[in-house]
Nanobody, 124 residues
Framework: VQLQASGGGLVRAGGSLRLSCAAS????????IGWFRQAPGKEREFVAV???????YYADSVKGRFTISGDSAKNTVDLQMNSLRPEDTAIYYC???????????????????WGQGTEVTVSS
């Protein structure tokens, strides 16, 4: 599986961005695919995920502001980010795995496939 993330950029606080992750290669319909982010000097953290093609889960810090959605026909997963804050500044990575269990979706080490990352900068 190859993952290609895009859509990052510079935005002012309160603004919006939409990230997209395009998957190619073997993409079973019940895969889990989601987004993590890593700010400078910090560990990679969970943002949002579509679990096995249906259930969606979010980090508390982004609930109500971010929305993850998938298009199975296009093999893409988007992350709509609204009401952005300076603390959302990070490199955002999409990740995928076909055998992950629900209790492990929050952990980056549970994902086998990773995209290259796209940078999001939110200015105050």
């Amino acid at each position: 599986v190859q993952l290609q993330a895009s859509g990052g950029g510079l935005v002012r606080a309160g603004g919006s961005l939409r990230l997209s992750c395009a998957a190619s290669g073997s993409t079973p319909s019940r895969r889990t695919i989601g987004w993590f982010r890593q700010a400078p000097g910090k560990e990679r953290e969970f943002v949002a995920v579509i679990f096995r093609g249906s259930g969606t889960y979010y980090a508390d810090s982004v609930k109500g502001r971010f929305t993850i959605s998938g298009d199975s026909a296009k093999n893409t997963v988007d992350l709509q980010m609204n009401s952005l804050r300076p603390e959302d500044t990070a490199i955002y990575y999409c990740a995928a795995d076909s055998s992950i269990i629900l209790s492990s979706i929050w952990q980056s080490r549970s994902y086998k496939y990773w995209g290259q990352g796209t940078e999001v900068t939110v200015s105050s």
